[in-house]
């Protein structure tokens, strides 16, 4: 059973910093994309960020220059560190996989979310 | 980028009776080198994660229930459930993968029991 389990998300202040977390079980970050998907208070999914199993990485234009996003292989672990936080930031931050199966670029596998709150 | 629009934003239907949700994308997304059309549909019910329901525009997804299907070609597309069921309120969400980052949305459709 694969599980994607997020942490670290909480309360910052604009202009802040936050690392979120996400470990995988049953899934191996290195062998298939991984993916930040958000989604702001009452509104629509919006992509964040990609990391291939070849290391490339791909970012939505609103976070280039602020996010970055990594994985350690060794901890089957996804992250990204977010900085120069601002309000319209605020979002449930999910981690999201993608085996491939259905072509690459959709997202089969789901965390459970962490919220990300900025303001002052 | 491509834009992904859905309608309607939210519709209201009778238990049993049909559901229809469409989807339309600023550009084709239709590969016609392996004439797949790269859409994937999620359904999102309230306090939980998205969850992949279909891909290439008309594949279900494992242990998808077969009154979801979908249809569409290029830019237009639709998710219907042909006899809604309580169990199926809920947020449905469009994303087009035809091309590389960023990936993109439809702004959703909600789903509700008339």
């Known amino acids: 059973e694969v599980r994607l389990v997020e942490t670290g998300g909480g309360l910052v202040q604009p202009g802040g910093s936050l690392r979120l977390s996400c470990a995988a079980s049953g899934f191996i970050v290195s062998n298939n994309l991984m993916n930040w998907v958000r989604q702001a208070p009452g509104r629509g999914l919006e992509w964040v960020s990609v990391?291939?199993?070849?290391?490339?990485?791909s970012y939505v234009d609103s976070v280039k220059g602020r996010f970055t996003i990594s994985r350690d292989n060794s901890k089957n672990t996804l992250y990204l560190q977010m900085d120069s936080l601002r309000a319209d930031d605020t979002a449930v931050y999910y981690c999201a996989g993608d085996s491939g199966s259905s072509g690459w670029g959709n997202f089969d596998h789901w965390g459970q979310g962490t919220l990300v709150s900025v303001s002052s | 980028d491509i834009v992904m629009t859905q309608s309607p934003d939210s519709l209201a239907v009778s238990l049993g009776e049909r559901a229809t949700i469409n989807c339309k994308s600023s550009q084709s997304i239709l590969n016609t080198s392996n004439n797949k059309n790269y859409l994937a549909w999620y359904q999102q019910k309230p306090g939980q994660p998205p969850k992949l329901l279909i891909s290439?525009?008309?594949t279900r997804e494992s242990g998808v229930l077969d009154r979801f299907s979908g249809s569409g070609s290029g830019t237009d597309f639709t998710l219907t459930i042909s006899s809604l069921q309580a169990d199926d309120v809920a947020v449905y969400y469009c994303q087009q993968y035809y091309t590389t980052p960023p990936w993109t949305f439809g702004q959703g459709t909600k789903v509700e029991i008339k």
């Open positions: 990391i291939y199993g070849d290391g490339r990485i």
């Open positions: 290439w525009a008309s």
